[in-house]
């Protein structure tokens, strides 16, 4: 598993085939605590979707941190009209796309492995990202898929 690791990390692909993301999700919840390791060094939001893929539960922990995080960033947030593709700060819209991205990402992870504990930051974040008022619903949507499936499987 840990051969694949460097492979996967360099996005290398043989006939536009990631063969290095499919043998690490094959390896299954024993890839999981190494792939923490190269997330706590560099975060990627890719890393996150492979959790999810592989339903890694040891990863909720850093997860629910993750978005006990973002939602105080979020609610930091002074809305403008338009804020999404408003230029008038640049660094500004750069971060809040990089913190909307990882957002999502943890919450499809989270929906995906479908541990309860996450449930209580789940409804946070659906709320916080009720009230943004932003076009896309994504988070929105990804929020109230996780929630039911928390409530089908307790």
Known sequence: MHKLIP??????????????????????????????????????NDILRLWGVMRY????????????????FWAAQEFED?????DNNPE???????????????VSALKDIGDPRAKEII???LNRWKQIDFDNPQIVKTCEQALK??????
């Open 149 to 154: 499936r928390f409530a089908e499987n307790p």
């Open 57 to 72: 539960r040891g990863c909720v922990p850093l997860l629910i941190e993750i978005l006990e995080k973002n939602d105080r």
């Open 82 to 86: 338009n804020w999404w593709n408003t």
């Open 92 to 106: 500004q819209r750069k971060q809040r796309r990089e913190i909307y991205g990882q957002t999502y990402y943890v």
């Open 123 to 125: 409804e946070q974040t």
């Open 7 to 44: 492979f996967y990390l360099s996005g290398a692909s043989w006939n536009y085939k990631f063969e290095a993301r499919e043998g690490i999700i094959a390896c299954g919840q024993i890839a999981g605590p190494e792939l923490m390791e190269f997330y706590k060094r560099s975060p990627r």
